[in-house]
């Protein structure tokens, strides 16, 4: 019954994102009425972040006795997102060569359209890291800071472990907690199917054709760029060093992929993709409330390929050349920068402005595919939320912590 009713949610997901793309086709920007209930069903994500966070990775920290499994785990962890962050660009960049989307385009650009967050002094490195700590930890909490989150959490599980037996009431009330926050977002992803009509069917009545048409190659190499690391780097990975089956692994995280795709916020989507890990694929609760989150503030493989392809097509329309040592910066200041950038809707835009600084290249190219930036960044957050969840089921993997569990392919 339990198999039955999670393939039904799949599908339900699946035909009421079907259907806000039929329906936004057809009537357009009419559609419009739709979007409190993706409003609500945002909101209704939202809500359970921070607590969600806090208490699972806190019981998952305080769990792991050994003070050495819990730094092997963090550098498994950093070092694949990492990785896989920049094997994501340089598909990108080679896909983007590939195309050439710049080539034969001609657009006007307007500068009004870059956010002002894009046009802002980046952050240092050193910042970034400093930002980490919270000054007031109930603030972060309060502001859904992720990071400064997790830095809080882990310091509450870590003291938890060091204590001992005094501290065993605050890790119970942690773990009862975590356990009424897995029911809250059970009860959330009910309603997921109307919050993703609702999301979608506006987007798709607002963009159109008219908006992709001009930038038509752009959208294709982000989109296949972004299918080609899933289907090679994410399977090889959780094949070979999760020992999953690749068709297991997609089957089991498709509906948090779905959300991701909707909401484009790798943050937002945390609570199901929480859910679809431990569930579906088998990952023990404390490894996957330790790497989901982090994989949702510093995995950004789907917004790593949208930089690639972004500052080919961007200096391909201004005719300027990329030279190897430019290449190279690209790569590394995209894997730099996705560390201090947050998992939330726009967040691509203020990354490529960080990366155009890097290379001397023209910030007002940004504005060339502000307009279908919402397009791109659904399929680059879907992306990302597939990585972390890859990311989980490889640490789990190595570290022979993988449930036993029935396959969800015939379900």
């Keep these: 019954m339990e198999l039955k009713l999670r393939f039904n949610l799949v599908t339900q997901i699946f035909v009421a994102f079907v259907s806000a793309i039929i329906l936004g086709s057809i009537f357009g920007s009419k559609i419009d009425f739709l979007q409190p ?7 209704l994500i939202k809500f359970v972040i921070a607590p969600l966070i806090l208490s699972t990775l806190v019981v998952g920290v305080a769990s792991m006795s050994d003070p050495k499994q819990l730094g092997r785990i963090g550098i498994k962890t ?17 896909v983007a060569f590939l195309i050439n989307p710049g080539t034969g385009v001609n657009i006007s650009t307007d500068e009004s359209s870059i956010p002002e967050a894009a046009i802002a002094e980046p952050q240092s490195a050193i910042d970034t890291f400093l930002n980490i700590v919270p000054t007031n930890p109930f603030e972060a909490l309060a502001t859904g800071n992720i990071l400064q989150i997790i830095f809080f959490a882990l310091f509450i599980g870590i003291a938890i472990t060091m204590i001992g037996e005094k501290a065993a009431p605050v890790l119970s009330f942690f773990e009862g907690f975590a356990e009424i926050m897995y029911k809250i977002t059970g009860i959330i992803m009910r309603v997921a199917p109307f919050g993703i009509l609702g999301l979608m069917a506006p987007v798709v009545g607002e963009y159109g054709l008219s908006v992709l048409l001009p930038l038509l190659k752009v959208v294709l190499a982000v989109y296949i760029a972004c299918i080609v690391h899933a289907l090679v780097v994410y399977s090889i990975a959780v094949k070979t060093m999760g020992k999953l089956s690749p068709i297991t692994f997609f089957k089991g995280i498709f509906p948090a992929a779905l959300v991701a795709f909707s909401t484009a916020s790798s ?11 431990t569930e579906n694929l088998g990952v023990p609760k404390r490894i996957a409330s330790f790497v989901l989150p982090l994989g949702a503030t510093i995995n950004m493989d789907g917004t790593a390929i949208y930089q690639g392809v972004a500052v080919v097509f961007i200096a391909q329309f201004f005719d300027l050349q990329l030279t190897f040592l430019q290449l190279l910066t690209v790569v590394l200041t995209t894997v730099l920068a996705s560390i201090g950038t947050a998992g939330v809707p726009g967040a691509g835009m203020i990354m490529l402005a960080m990366v155009l600084n890097s290379v001397n290249m023209p910030l007002e190219g940004i504005a060339l595919i502000a307009g279908i930036d919402r397009v791109l960044d659904m399929m680059r957050t879907s992306v990302n939320i597939v990585g972390d969840a890859s990311a989980a089921v490889i640490v789990a993997g190595s570290e ?10 015939n379900s």
């Design 78 to 94: 950093i070092v694949y997102y990492l990785a896989t962050t920049a094997i994501a660009i340089i598909i990108g960049l080679s």
């Design 37 to 43: 209930l993706g409003d609500l069903f945002l909101r």
């Design 267 to 277: 943050a937002g989507t945390l609570p199901v993709t929480i859910k679809n890990t």
């Design 400 to 409: 022979r912590e993988i449930k036993p569990i029935k396959s969800t392919v």
